[in-house]
């Protein structure tokens, strides 16, 4: 493994770690130091071959991370990217019981959409097709907010 794969690896888990540590402040909870935004979207799933991406290198995503087997990563519609949703934010999808980061955006046609990578098992998107979930994360607040 690189320093520059291992500093990646790093950063990724220390996101998580801050996801789930603030997801421990309830919604309504009066002394949370931020609050959690909710959403109901539409999640699909695709997969990093060069007809559902890019035909030059499928596996780089929009914001020029490097998509990899195993990596727990969603694109989201460029509503959602304006309303704070933004590169390497976590997501918990609680249907999943998990937490993915943004690190792709989706075509400008679609709204409250998500999209689950799924490497390159296209069954498995299949199976998956387009279903209606919640998805939860914490926005990152500007100095000026604090």
Not at 92 to 101: A, Q, R, S, V
Request: with cysteine.
């Amino acid at each position: 493994m690189n320093l520059t794969s291992l500093k990646s690896r790093l950063l990724t888990l220390a996101l998580l770690a801050l996801s789930f540590a603030l997801m421990l402040f309830s919604c309504k909870d009066e002394k949370a130091i931020v609050e959690e935004r909710c959403l109901d979207v539409v999640a699909t799933a695709y997969n990093n071959v060069s007809w559902q991406t890019k035909a030059i290198n499928p596996s780089i995503a929009a914001w020029g991370d490097t998509l990899k087997k195993g990596m727990k990563v969603i694109a989201v519609s460029r509503d959602l990217i304006d309303s704070g949703l933004t590169h390497n934010m976590a997501v918990y999808i609680p249907l999943l019981n998990d937490t993915f980061l943004v690190k792709d955006k989706m075509n400008r046609r679609w709204r409250k959409r998500i999209d689950i990578f799924m490497d390159k098992d296209i069954q498995k998107a299949r199976n998956w097709g387009k279903q209606k979930l919640a998805i939860r994360w914490i926005p990152i607040q500007k100095e000026k907010e604090l």
